[in-house]
C-alpha cells in the first residue's frame, strides 16, 4: 500500500510540480511583468538597422553589430522584435517563461541525479522543492525582471538542456546525445559565456555520482568542450576589454589583489543567497587598493572549506561537490577578468544567476539527504518550514520585482541603498531629463554624479545639454568643452559644442571644426551632418558638400523631417528643381504631418511655380495647427489683395 502511496504521490507531482512552479514564478514577477524598457535594454532589443534579414546576418558575423558578441541571443531578441515589437510586455512574459522553464528543467536534471539505478530511494520528489526555491528566490529578480538579462534565463535553459542531455550519453554512450548535448552548450554560450563552466561541472557531478572520474570514459568526451570554453571565454575578456571598454585604470588590479577579491566576492553572493535583504541594482564599489588586505580572511576560510571538504569526501561526496560548482559557476565573475559594470561595482545579483541554481541543489539536496531515515514527524515539520521559507521568499522577491517598473522607481530605489553610486544617479539623471517639466531634477542628478566622480564625461555632457534648454549657453559650453577635455573623441560633446558656437555668431569656423570632429569619431551621427550642411550652406561655394552632408544625415535618419525642408529649402530657390523641393517637403509631411516649417515651405515653392490656391491650402493649415502664426496670415491677406486686384 506504501508503495503505492508514493506511486501515486510520485504521478501527482510529475503534473503538479510544474503547474506550482509557473504559478510561484508569476506570483514572484506579476509587478515586473507591467514593467517598461529599462537603462541598456534599447541596445538589447534589436535595433531598427538589424531588423532585416540581412540585419540577422550581421548579428552573427558582425562583432560590433550589438552590444556585445551572444549571436545566439541577440538572434532570439530579433525573432521577440518580429512578434512583439518594443512592447514591453512580451520580453518579459517570455523571461519569466524561461526562468519558470529553467526551473522545471533543474527538477527533471535532479531527479535523473537522485535516483538510483533501482529506481528506488533518494529524495523522493523534492526536485521540485529545489525547483521552488530556485523559482522564488530574490537573488533571481534582476535576471527576470530586466530584460537585458534574458541571457541568464535564456542560456541557462540551454545549460540544464545540455546538461540533461549530456548525463543521458553518460549512461547510455549514445554519441547522438553527445552531438545533441554539443549543440545544446554552444546555444548556451552563445547566450552568454558564464555557462562555459558546465563541462567543469559535469565532470564534478559525475565524480559525485560515480565515486570516480575515468579520463577515457568521462573526461575524454569532455575535452572539446573545455577547449572551446577556453577559446570562447577568452574571446569574451579579449571582446570586453577592447570593445566594450573594460580596460583602464579603474581595472588595474594586481593578481593578489584579484585573488582577495575573490574570496570576499564568493562570500558575498553566498551571504545574498542565505539572507537575500538589502538586495540592490548597483552595489557599493569597494576600494580594492585599500581594503584588499582585509578580505585575508575571506580567502583563508574558502580555502578551508574547501580543503575540509575535500577531507569528509569519502564519508559525503555531496557537499564538496556542491560546493565545487557553486564556487566554480562563479568563477568568471570572481574578479579574475575584467567586466565593464566592475566600474562601478564589482557584484551583482545578475552575476550569481547560474551559481544560484547550483547552490539550490546543494542546499535542498542536503535537507533532503539529511531528512532520509528520520521520523516522520520531523521530515513533516522540516518540509513544513521550508514551505514556509518558501512563501517568505515569493514576498520578498514580488517586493523586488516591483522595483523595476520603471527606470526612476529603479534607480530612486538604488540610490536610497547606496547613495554613494554615481551610476545610479547617473541613470536616474537621464531618465529625468527625458520630462521637460523635471530639468531642475536632471541638472541636480547630475551635479550629484560630478561630485562623485568629477572626471565622467557623460555627466558634464547631460548638464550641458540640460544647461542649454535653459538658456545658460556659456555654462553649457564650459560643460562640453571639459566633457571633450576627458574624451576628446566625445562625438556628441563635439556635435553640442559646434552648435552652441554656430549660434554665437562669427564662430563659424570654430563650429565646424568640432563637428567635423564629431564625425571623424562617428560617421554615422545624423543631425551632425545635417548641423554642419547648415554652416557650409552659408558659403556659396561649399553648396555641394552642404547637399552632401544633407543627404548623409538622411542616409543615416530618413525620419529627420526638417532635414528634408532644409534639402526643399534649398531646392526650391534653385532655377527649375521647385518640383524637387515640393517632393522633399511632400516626404517631410508624411514624417511629422503637423510640420509648420514643411507647410510653410511648401507654400514658398507653390507661390514660385504661380499656383496660389496650392499656397493658400498650406498657409491656411499652418494657421489651422497654430493660430499664432503670423507670418502665415500676412501672406494669407496679401494673396486676397492680390486677388481683389
Not at 531598427?48 to 540585419?55: K, T, V
Not at 527576470?144 to 554512450?173: C, H
Not at 575524454?220 to 577568452?234: D, E, N, Q, T
Given at each position: ?7 501515486w ?10 503547474l ?39 548579428i ?69 522543492v ?64 558564464v ?5 567543469a ?44 571598454g ?37 552595489y ?48 568568471p ?122 572626471d ?44 552652441e ?47 552632401a ?37 511632400e ?59
Open positions: 500500500m506504501r508503495m503505492r502511496d508514493r506511486a504521490a510520485h504521478q501527482i507531482f510529475t503534473w503538479a510540480g510544474p506550482l512552479v509557473f504559478g510561484l514564478v508569476l506570483a514572484c514577477y506579476w509587478p515586473a511583468l507591467h514593467g517598461s524598457i529599462l537603462w541598456d535594454d534599447p541596445a538589447h532589443i534589436t535595433k531598427p538597422e538589424l531588423r532585416s534579414w540581412s540585419g540577422l546576418l550581421r552573427w558575423t558582425d562583432m560590433r553589430a550589438t552590444q556585445q558578441y551572444y549571436p545566439v541571443l541577440f538572434s532570439a531578441f530579433w525573432f521577440e522584435h518580429r512578434l512583439w515589437g518594443d512592447y514591453a510586455l512580451g520580453y518579459h512574459l517570455l523571461n519569466v517563461a524561461l526562468h519558470a522553464t529553467s526551473c522545471c528543467l533543474l527538477a527533471v536534471v535532479l531527479r535523473s541525479l537522485w535516483r538510483r539505478p533501482d529506481g528506488a530511494g533518494g529524495p523522493r520528489n523534492f526536485e521540485w529545489a525547483a521552488a526555491v530556485f523559482a522564488v528566490h530574490p537573488v533571481c529578480v534582476e535576471s527576470v525582471a530586466w530584460i537585458s538579462e534574458q541571457k541568464n534565463t535564456l542560456s541557462l535553459v540551454f545549460y540544464l538542456l545540455s546538461a540533461l542531455v549530456y548525463l543521458d550519453f553518460s549512461q547510455t554512450r549514445r554519441w547522438g546525445s553527445y552531438v545533441f548535448a554539443s549543440v545544446l552548450f554552444l546555444l548556451a554560450v552563445g547566450s552568454k559565456t555557462t562555459v563552466t558546465l563541462p561541472a559535469l565532470l564534478v557531478v559525475l565524480w559525485w555520482k560515480q565515486g570516480r572520474i575515468g579520463w577515457r570514459r568521462d573526461v575524454g568526451p569532455l575535452l572539446p568542450w573545455f577547449v572551446a570554453a577556453l577559446a570562447l571565454g577568452l574571446f569574451t575578456s579579449w571582446f570586453e576589454r577592447n570593445w566594450i573594460a580596460d583602464g585604470p579603474e581595472f588595474a588590479l594586481t593578481f593578489v589583489q584579484r585573488l582577495l577579491l575573490a574570496g570576499r566576492v564568493l562570500w558575498f553572493y553566498l551571504g545574498k543567497f542565505v539572507w537575500p535583504t538589502g538586495l540592490c541594482f548597483y557599493p564599489r569597494w576600494d580594492v587598493a585599500n581594503e584588499a588586505w582585509q578580505w585575508i580572511g575571506y580567502l583563508v576560510a574558502a580555502v578551508g572549506i574547501t580543503l575540509g571538504l575535500w577531507m569528509l569526501r569519502k564519508r559525503a561526496r555531496g557537499p564538496l561537490a556542491g560546493w565545487l560548482v557553486y564556487a566554480g559557476s562563479l568563477f565573475a570572481l574578479g579574475f577578468f575584467n567586466v565593464y559594470p566592475f566600474l562601478f561595482s564589482y557584484v551583482a545579483d545578475h552575476f550569481q544567476y547560474l551559481a544560484s541554481a547550483g547552490l539550490t541543489v546543494a542546499t535542498t539536496g542536503g535537507v533532503a539527504a539529511w531528512l532520509a531515515g528520520k521520523p516522520l514527524w520531523l521530515q513533516k515539520t522540516t518540509v513544513g518550514l521550508v514551505w514556509g521559507g518558501i512563501a517568505t521568499l515569493v514576498v520578498l522577491a514580488n517586493r523586488q520585482s516591483a522595483l523595476y517598473r520603471d527606470n526612476e522607481v529603479l534607480f530612486r530605489a538604488t540610490v536610497a541603498c547606496n547613495p554613494s553610486s554615481w551610476m545610479a544617479h547617473m541613470n536616474l539623471a537621464v531618465t529625468l531629463a527625458r520630462s521637460p517639466e523635471r530639468r531642475e531634477e536632471a541638472i541636480a542628478a547630475y551635479r550629484e554624479v560630478l561630485r562623485l566622480k568629477p565622467h564625461p557623460d555627466a558634464h555632457h547631460g548638464l550641458g545639454l540640460e544647461l542649454a534648454r535653459l538658456g545658460d549657453k556659456a555654462q553649457a559650453m564650459a560643460e562640453y568643452e571639459r566633457a571633450i577635455e576627458l574624451r576628446p573623441t566625445y562625438a556628441e560633446a563635439h556635435h553640442r559644442l559646434g552648435v558656437l554656430a549660434r554665437l555668431g562669427g564662430r563659424d569656423q570654430d563650429a565646424i571644426a568640432h563637428l567635423e570632429a564629431a564625425l571623424r569619431v562617428k560617421p554615422g551621427l545624423a543631425e551632425a551632418h545635417a548641423n554642419l550642411a547648415d554652416l557650409l550652406l552659408k558659403t556659396p561655394d561649399r553648396l555641394p558638400e552642404a547637399m552632408h544633407y543627404e548623409e544625415a538622411l542616409h543615416f535618419d530618413p525620419t529627420l523631417a526638417w532635414v528634408h525642408c532644409r534639402i526643399g529649402f534649398v531646392l526650391s530657390h534653385l532655377p527649375g528643381r521647385q518640383h524637387e523641393a515640393i517632393s522633399r517637403y516626404t517631410a509631411l508624411r514624417i511629422e504631418p503637423n510640420s509648420i516649417d514643411a507647410h510653410n515651405g511648401l507654400a514658398i515653392a507653390y507661390i514660385m511655380m504661380g499656383r496660389a490656391d496650392a499656397a493658400r491650402r498650406e498657409w491656411e493649415t499652418v494657421v489651422r495647427i497654430d493660430p499664432s502664426q503670423e507670418s502665415a496670415r500676412r501672406n494669407l491677406r496679401r494673396l486676397d489683395e492680390v486677388e481683389a486686384r
